[in-house]
T-cell receptor, first 109, second 117 residues
């Protein structure tokens, strides 16, 4: 069974801090990795995709991928209360997208 | 970016009736669409993968005769919940992948909240 694991949280950070979200996956052959944000009662929206080892930055978001360790993370700099949501890690391989259970992030003003 | 729509956004129905939910890719063609269900405070659960022009592939434990999926065109997939019961009340979300865009990124519809009385 291919697994995508996330710490369910809740993760609480003060406004302006860096929020660090982590995800591990079991299938070493996975090639594509995604982070989605889901506000309560809404459907997920794509934040970042990453395909190669290293860091990928987009505004306040940085995705980090380490295929050797089978680990992908999302850093949110200068966290804002509007970042409070559940963050879903997704891993794609062989026409199959698998989601983690999500990490609930709360940014406190 | 790729846009996926769903209709209706919210539906309330009586137990025993059937409900059809539409999922459309608005600005791209989707050979594959996915149907998820999400109960409150739980993660997405993949129900089935819908391929244009062929039968859907259902996840283990999902009744194909209860959740009918039709992917009639490259921009439309429908999910029909037949003989709905209160336990079917959930948030149903579709997604589509834009393979022509060169990635396997899934774009999600806004979801349909179903309440069965």
């Amino acid at each position: 069974q291919k697994e995508v694991e996330q710490n369910s949280g809740p993760l609480s950070v003060p406004e302006g801090a860096i929020a660090s979200l982590n995800c591990t996956y079991s299938d070493r052959g996975s090639q594509s990795f995604f982070w989605y944000r889901q506000y309560s009662g809404k459907s997920p929206e794509l934040i970042m995709s990453i395909y190669s080892n290293g860091d990928k930055e987009d505004g306040r978001f940085t995705a980090q991928l380490n295929k050797a360790s089978q680990y992908v993370s999302l850093l949110i700099r200068d966290s804002q209360p509007s970042d409070s949501a559940t963050y879903l890690c997704a891993v794609f391989d062989n026409n199959d997208m698998r989601f983690g259970a999500g990490t609930r992030l709360t940014v406190k003003p | 970016g790729a846009v996926v729509s769903q209709h209706p956004s919210r539906v309330i129905c009586k137990s025993g009736t059937s409900v059809k939910i539409e999922c459309r890719s608005l600005d791209f063609q989707a050979t594959t669409m996915f149907w998820y269900r999400q109960f409150p405070k739980q993660s997405l659960m993949l129900m089935a993968t819908s391929n244009e022009g062929s039968k859907a592939t259902y996840e283990q434990g999902v009744e194909k005769d209860k959740f009918l999926i039709n992917h009639a065109s490259l921009t439309l997939s429908t999910l029909t919940v037949t003989s709905a019961h209160p336990e079917d009340s959930s948030f149903y979300i579709c997604s589509a992948d834009d393979l022509a865009g060169g990635t396997e990124t899934q774009y999600f519809g806004p979801g349909t909240r179903l309440l069965v009385l």
